[in-house]
């Protein structure tokens, strides 16, 4: 429950700052995606986000982490989610 608290203030962050938001809250992984940095005592988790019509922030996929790396298939199912919606 502590990563989902996490959660709630890095969106907060995330509004506050839009696309300016850097390390070490969220990270660029190319192609007009991010990765919000969420850590808890339960774990670290990952919500990857996009950014729709400029100014509207879209979460496409969020995961706890098991692995240091943050999994390909993981990046993989979001990059095609925000296809899917800057194609709606």
Request: aromatic share 6%; proline share 3%; charged share 25%.
């Amino acid at each position: 429950m502590d990563v989902v608290a996490d959660y709630a203030r890095m969106v907060a962050l995330l509004i506050e700052h839009g696309p300016h938001l850097r390390l070490p809250y969220s990270r660029a992984l190319g192609g007009g995606l991010f990765e919000l940095r969420l850590r808890g005592k339960s774990g670290i988790g990952r919500a990857l986000y996009c950014f729709v019509g400029g100014q509207h922030i879209v979460i496409v996929h969020a995961f706890l982490k098991k692995t240091q790396q943050t999994p390909e298939r993981e990046i993989k199912m979001a990059r095609n989610r925000m296809k899917e919606i800057r194609h709606a």
